[in-house]
């Protein structure tokens, strides 16, 4: 009898599930950005746009008229999602361009590249990411979620902030992730090498993009360019590969997870969206604002310089003093 109970009650679940499925997945969604603005003659560059949430929004911004850079690591996915914007939306200008945000050499000739060819960026969109990797190092040392994630795109950023500063009004949005409220800095093993949990790192990586955005809004005040973050939710991609627990939930919980079109929405909102002209410094979710725990003020913070400086020595990278710069202006209290 017991036996009998639980299948009828398995049943019963599976059979609510596909009746109503499609309407949860509809809630689950979170929307469509409802702004008719249109992007004729800008630019907009958007990192890891080959697949996933960065695919759909670079369909979407040409759509809306732009000239759009998928700048990706993988040139031969990048061409063919380049081919298939372009057959959608009929809008040649999608233009591929190789960039490994794991290697600091590879930055600094994307960006150098960019600033020559390219008169204006209206649009930068920081987009890629790694998640819940196996512990691995970029070119440069760092460990790879927090170089990939963190210091590859505020590297990019910053090298090409004067041409967006003559682009503006401009607009950068960085993809985070609700993941930063379990994150914190750990400054004493910044590349965790004494200890690695790729959820914490992940968290952490995340952490840094919501810090980095408040802080970089601070400092281009008055400049007519602004920086948001944004969480694009629980999206089906490939971003949780790396994770089979992640990849099982994902499976299990298909009709609360969002298809990458969805998951775009509120990336394309900040990128577009007529209300938001002078905002900056915000975290966005499912085109809200969100509030983030203020770590900046602890002292934590306050000791920042101290640790970074000591890690760097310690660990006698190959790169310039720029990086460092990026490095100090996320975490750097006013």
Known sequence: ??????????????????????????????????????????TALITGANTGIGKET?????????????????LTKAEAAADEIQRDTGNKQVIVRELDLANT????QFAENVIKEEKLISILINNAGVMMCPYTKTTDGFE????VNHLGHFLLTYLLLDLMKRSAPARIINVSSFAHV???????????????????AYCQSKLANVLFTRELAKRLKGTKVTVN????????????????????AWKILTFLIKTPKQGAQTSIYCA???ELQDISGTHFSLFRY?????????????????????????????????????????????
């Open 1 to 42: 009898m017991p036996v009998l109970f639980t299948i009828i009650g398995i049943s019963a679940i599976a059979a609510l599930l596909a009746a109503f499925g499609p309407y949860i997945r509809r809630c689950a969604g979170g929307g469509v950005c409802k702004s008719d603005a249109r992007l004729d003659g800008k």
């Open 58 to 74: 670079a369909r979407e911004l040409s759509q809306r008229g732009a000239r759009v850079i998928i700048a990706c690591r993988d």
């Open 105 to 108: 050499e590879s930055v600094h």
């Open 144 to 147: 790879m979620q927090f170089g």
């Open 182 to 200: 379990f994150g914190r800095i750990n400054f004493k093993d910044l590349q965790s090498e004494e200890s690695y949990d790729e959820g914490l």
């Open 229 to 248: 973050s944004v969480h694009p939710g629980c999206v089906k991609s490939e971003l949780n590969r790396h994770s089979f627990v992640m990849s099982l």
């Open 272 to 274: 577009v969206a007529e």
């Open 290 to 334: 969100c509030i983030c725990f203020n770590f900046t003020r602890s002292k934590l913070f306050q000791e920042t310089i101290f640790h970074l400086k000591l890690i760097f020595q310690q660990q006698n990278h190959n790169f310039d003093s720029r990086l460092l710069y990026i490095v100090y202006i996320w975490i750097s209290p006013q």
